[in-house]
């Protein structure tokens, strides 16, 4: 027969209530007493049970992740890094993938989620985007990943500054004209792609080289949409020698693609992807690193610290960023052979 807090207060000799406040960690209880509750309780092998703690503290016992995707490998590892904080809290993970953010969703996520939850997690998407824009309206803490939003916490790497570091190592080796493949055409709901963009476009603007639209291709951040898109690059009449793909995934498919056509990357076509992807090692390619398993968990602790402190000032939080170069970027060929 399963225990109750009655057995259990009747065997410490307290009152329920004390039982209950001593097991919840709650104050104004005294510091024998809540000893000795406890060993009675892993005695008898007693577990609270998480409505009545729910129940008692006011609180849902869960946080909602709103993320376009699951299954592609940023959104992956990012979520690795929430789950492995919210392993040590008391607080479930409710997971809410609203797809590609520019279609309409008939129950925007906040009405699903409102009164299941006590914070919310939101994921590489702007604020404004439909169906995330009313998640500030629930009055719980809500915690950023990639973007901002005045009121709230947030986590996230210098875009920016990131896709200057890669087009600024494709200058420096000489390369004049620099493609790009980006996931979409722009604008696009997702932040870091819109700034990845304008980080893109400053590097070239400060080394008074051209921003041509016609060096531009989208690949959608998969491998496959990444061949493609290097594929139309190297069919353009005057094509790229250089090409700075947003993701390492389209970056993967670049490569496909130039070995495809016979050319060798970084000899022929020098490449740099974004992302730090465990697999950059293996495929050669010179990538811009970033933390992604800590940006998920520094999310999520930021979340809890707003939980338990709401009325601390919320913090934005800016990760550093690396990069490792490779076999896939090289001196112009032009250039290191005169």
Known sequence: MAMTIRDIAREAGVSTATVSRALRGLPNVDPVTRERVR????????VVSPAASRLASGRAGSIAVITPYIARWYFGRVLSGIEKVLQGSELDLLLSSIGDPSETHRVPPHRKLRRRVDGFLVISLST??????????????VALI???REGCWSVGIDDVAGARMAVQHLINLGHERIGLISGRPLPTPFRPEENRWVGYRDALVDAELPVEPDLEACGHFTIEGGERAMTTLLARPNPPTAVFAMSDEMAFGALRALRAHGLQPGRDVSVVGFDGHEMSEHLDLTTI???????GARAAMALL????????EPQQLTLPLGMVVRGSTAFRRDRSTS
């Open 39 to 46: 060993q009675v309780a892993e005695r008898l092998d007693y």
């Open 128 to 141: 404004d985007t439909e169906g995330v824009n009313e998640i500030f309206e629930a009055d719980v803490p």
């Open 146 to 148: 990639d973007t901002e």
């Open 289 to 295: 690193v970033q933390p992604v398993e800590e940006i």
């Open 305 to 312: 610290e707003a939980l338990d402190h709401p009325t601390r």
